[in-house]
């Protein structure tokens, strides 16, 4: 190359670095041993002119915002008292110096920390923890916590014009860096019941600004980020939830088990027990977050044959199959149309009704008049074992509470006394929701997803993990076999029979009775570190947790105490969640939030614990020093 096509080029590179722009995404600064993030846009600005002292050599300086009304030194600390109780973002570091809104009666009100520093300014705020630059610029505090369990896919903050962005932040851990910003800069109205509400999303559900993955590693650098928020998110954040990150599913929503499925991502970590129990899937991040962090409050799933309630009885979670269509779905991965569900997993019941009121809207009425009758299946009849005889007390307290009749069911010898000419529902629904879930995802998702990858990839498939390639591959090879038609009549003669029998509609109760079973009583293991003796099958056949997704029902999960088993894996007596499920008529959904409700004002159900023990707190044993 000459002498001067080389200049030109060097011109030209120079023209095209010099016309690029810088763009702050944010800081990352300690305080004492925690780490925070602070958003690039600065909430407000002050005249620091004064205060130019307070700088030295570094960059930010923390400082408290403390609305009083006298502002007299037991006022401010005991604000401070409350700031430490009430938030995990706020630290006594934050007291370097004190922004006060109000009108002090002294000049020494904030004499209980002598080395605090006065700020003052017009600025106003809300009450909290933030830093100050040397431009006099405010940023609020985001606390970083580590996903230790690896629930989330991707951590992500609101840019603040209604889209999201990954956010731009790494702390020792191992996993991503999760931002929570101070719970006092919120305060919850009626417009915004959800105001600084921490949830965590479903990594099927698109976020605007944010690439969906559905599990797939393909899939999510094929895509661009989503033009829309799905309409599930959007109601959250419309009702002021923070949406703090996308969180693990197993592959397309299909399920998987630990270590033997799990292929382009690997499952979260369950923290219950040993921590090395399976989490259930499809919602695998949604049930280990909530398990696992006190920092998170609810989760978004889907449920569409137990991904919602398979990782809440196992993890020890309040979690809901809610009555099929009461959200719709727009901008949302589909496993099967005809049974996906939107649900939600929390430790505290009264945080899942608020988020579940929002989410459902006008879907959702809760209501205080119960069903006096409870119908049982499988329900244990001896106090043999610790989980037996929780659940034996359980049901005791809530027939003595309703005033109710209990009664044992046995659903396939009721089905065929009341359906002589038809077959066992068993072998009626043996391949119902097989065919459905594949016959309806082919066309929705794997082929438009095929033919997009082999137009960018010169004729290539892309990579997807051995059960939905199993399912997919059997629902194609079935299809004139088994036939969406007579899936959906299938499906339609059970839903029939169940919502006129067993659950039927009740004017004055909702539901004429309640139906009970028990969800998870720690008698089983799935040990993550074990090898699958033979390939994965489509799940044919029909177990309980079916009865809901036929019905379209209402299906929660409640947990009730734990019980002890014989952990393999540190030789050592742990504990697993015993958790009941509940079923109603379809449409009780609001009777049910409102029942569960009422158990936790009696006592009879609590809030669960973040970390080991869904009852005794404590941290997972991995983290444990």
Request: with cysteine; charged share 15%.
């Amino acid at each position: 190359m000459g002498f001067s096509k080389a200049l030109g080029a060097a011109a030209l590179l120079y023209s095209n670095v010099a016309s690029a722009t810088v763009t702050s995404t944010g800081f990352t600064v300690e305080l004492g041993d925690v780490s925070y993030f602070l958003p690039p846009k600065a909430v407000t600005a002050i005249d620091v002119t004064k205060y130019k002292h307070l700088f030295g050599t570094g960059s930010f300086v923390p400082f408290t915002v403390i609305e009083c009304t006298e502002c007299h030194e037991k006022e401010i600390s005991s604000a401070v008292e409350k700031y430490l109780q009430k938030d995990d973002v706020f630290q006594s570091g934050f007291l370097q110096a004190i922004y006060v809104q109000g009108q002090p009666k002294s000049p020494s009100y904030h004499a209980y920390n002598t080395s605090a520093t006065t700020i003052t300014g017009e600025a106003k705020l809300a009450p909290g923890p933030y830093f100050l630059n040397a431009l006099g610029q405010i940023h609020e505090a985001w606390r970083l916590y580590s996903d230790y369990t690896g629930a989330f896919t991707e951590s992500c903050i609101s840019t603040g014009d209604g889209t999201f962005s990954v956010l731009p932040a790494g702390i020792v851990g191992q996993k991503s860096a999760i931002a929570v910003p101070s719970r006092l800069y919120y305060q919850q109205t009626e417009e915004k019941p959800l105001a600084g509400v921490r949830i965590g999303i479903k990594d099927i559900y698109d976020i605007k600004g944010l690439r969906t993955s559905n599990g797939n590693r393909a899939w999510y650098w094929l895509y661009p980020p989503a033009e829309n928020t799905a309409t599930p998110v959007q109601r959250l954040i419309d009702a002021g939830a923070i949406i703090v990150g996308k969180m693990i599913t197993s592959q397309f929503a299909n399920g998987e088990v630990a270590t033997a499925d799990w292929v382009d991502y690997h499952e979260a970590f369950n923290p219950r027990g040993d921590g090395y129990q399976d989490t259930s899937s499809s919602s695998s991040g949604g049930g280990a977050g909530i398990a696992a962090y006190d920092w998170l409050d609810v989760a978004l799933g889907s449920d569409t044959g137990g991904s919602v309630r398979g990782p809440s009885q196992v993890q020890g979670l309040y979690g809901n199959r809610p009555s099929h269509g009461l959200v719709s779905l727009e901008h949302t991965m589909p496993l099967s149309p005809t049974l996906d569900t939107a649900g939600l997993l929390a430790r505290n019941p009264l945080t899942w009704k608020a988020a579940a009121e929002v989410m459902y809207k006008g879907n959702i009425t809760t209501t205080t008049t119960y069903p006096s009758k409870i119908n049982t299946i499988s329900w244990p009849t001896s106090a043999n074992t610790i989980a037996n005889t929780l659940l034996l007390n359980f049901l005791t307290n809530i027939t003595t509470l309703l005033n109710a009749t209990t009664s044992p069911i046995n659903m396939t010898s009721t089905w065929i006394s009341q359906n002589p000419t038809l077959p066992a529902f068993e072998t009626l629904l043996n391949t119902t929701y097989t065919t459905l879930i594949t016959q309806e995802q082919i066309p929705l998702v794997r082929d438009p997803f095929y033919a997009d990858y082999a137009a960018k990839h010169d004729g290539r498939r892309p990579f997807v993990n051995p059960v939905p390639l199993i399912r997919w591959g059997w629902g194609e090879s079935n299809n004139r076999t088994f036939t969406l038609a007579q899936a959906h009549t299938n499906k339609t003669l059970y839903m029939s029979w169940l919502n006129s029998t067993i659950l039927a509609p009740n004017t004055r109760t909702c539901s004429e009775s309640l139906l009970l079973y028990v969800g998870s009583d720690a008698s089983s293991t799935t040990y993550r570190n074990a090898y699958r003796l033979s390939a994965p099958r489509p799940p044919l056949g029909f177990s309980r947790g079916y009865m809901s997704v036929m019905s379209e029902t209402p299906d929660f999960v409640v947990p009730i105490g734990e019980a002890p088993y014989n952990s393999s894996v540190t030789g050592h007596v742990e504990y697993l969640p015993v958790t009941v499920n509940f079923m109603a008529a379809k449409g009780c959904d609001g009777m049910l939030f409102g029942l569960v409700e009422r158990l936790f004002e009696v006592g009879l159900v609590k809030s669960v614990l973040a970390g080991w023990s869904g009852v005794k707190g404590g941290e997972a044993l991995v983290l444990r020093k």
